[in-house]
């Protein structure tokens, strides 16, 4: 998959727990920790969005577009 997700690197970073963050994002734990894997398969812009607002980042600083290898 080319897109990473840092979200454990955001939360490590901003001291908050992945139970306190679902409390303030209004998500489960189980779904926020499908995300924080990397598992998700999509992610909603609000949720992105209170995600963001609460650990007080860009949207960047979660996703990262690595390329993949591929051979031409």
Same mark, same amino acid.
């Given at each position: @998959? ?7 690197? @955001? @939360? ?6 992945? /139970? ?10 189980? /779904? ?23 650990? /007080? ?16």
């Amino acid at each position: @998959m080319a897109i990473v997700v840092n979200l454990d690197v @955001m @939360m490590a970073r901003r001291k908050i727990s992945l /139970n306190e963050l679902s409390e303030k994002v209004g998500i489960t734990p189980a /779904n926020l920790s499908i995300l924080k894997t990397g598992k998700a398969k999509a992610i909603r812009f609000s949720t992105l969005e209170a995600i963001c607002f609460h650990l /007080n980042c860009q949207p960047g600083d979660i996703l990262e577009w690595i390329p993949e290898n591929t051979e031409d």
